[in-house]
């Protein structure tokens, strides 16, 4: 079974600032097969980043996914209020086929 | 635009049976690979099943929490996917949503339906 571990599980940063999140997996993962979810509090999760570096549809491009192997990041480059929300990792293709992290709350400081 | 509308949440008892529906619009439902995923109060997101479209063999996988206790089904004619949950427990409460499959990744979701599972 694949185990993803996200970290930091709180990152508390300012508007303007450049947010670097992980996502590690317990075993290999083929890039195809990582994507990226936003969720805001109350409100539905929202595809980010699908293929490990590909914006879904409607994503700013200050959201940028990059990894390979068992060590995947989503960056965001300069963040913006809209921004503040918890992200989870998710993988296909290993039993489970489909898993998530635990996710990472990014916070306004 | 795409729209999934989930239902059929409500309070059951340990034990019980609940049928979900997801009703979609806005996409060819039939050429669609579906899924369920789950989120407990306050907690992350926990993948329920899959189910591939007709064309691909309408199959069907689940995780092993739930193998054997819920079903995934789809009536193509009326663009509508269902989750079948029996012997249900009460670490099954959760707000569960539908979701359409691309991209081996989940594009877009509903809006959820909540279960409780409660005595």
């Known amino acids: 079974e694949i185990v993803l571990t996200q970290s930091p599980g709180t990152l508390s940063l300012s508007p303007g600032e450049r947010a670097t999140l992980s996502c590690r997996a317990s075993q290999s993962v083929s890039s195809t097969y990582l994507a990226w979810y936003q969720q805001k509090p109350g409100q539905t999760p929202r595809l980010v980043i699908h293929?490990?570096?590909s914006r879904a549809t409607g994503i700013p491009d200050r959201f940028s996914g990059s990894g390979s192997g068992t060590d995947f990041t989503l960056t965001i480059s300069r963040l913006e209020p809209e921004d503040f929300a918890v992200y989870y990792c998710q993988q296909y293709g290993s039993s489970p086929l489909y898993s998530f992290g635990q996710g990472t709350k990014l916070e306004i400081k | 635009e795409v729209q999934l509308v989930e239902s059929g949440g409500g309070l059951v008892k340990p034990g019980g049976s609940l049928r979900l529906s997801c009703t979609a619009s806005?996409?060819?439902?039939?050429?669609?690979?579906m899924s369920w995923v789950r989120q407990a109060p306050g907690k992350g997101l926990e993948w329920v099943g899959r189910?591939?479209?007709?064309?691909?063999?309408?199959?069907?996988d689940y995780p092993a929490p739930v193998k054997g206790r819920f079903t995934i089904s789809r009536d193509d004619s009326k663009n509508t996917l269902y989750l079948q949950m029996n012997s249900l427990k009460t670490e099954d409460t959760a707000l569960y949503f539908c979701?359409?499959?691309?991209?081996?990744?989940?594009?877009?979701w509903g809006q959820g339906t909540l279960v409780t599972v409660s005595s």
């Open positions: 293929g490990a570096s």
């Open positions: 979701a359409t499959l691309a991209n081996w990744s989940l594009d877009y």
């Open positions: 806005g996409f060819a439902f039939t050429d669609a690979w």
């Open positions: 189910i591939k479209s007709k064309t691909h063999g309408g199959t069907t």
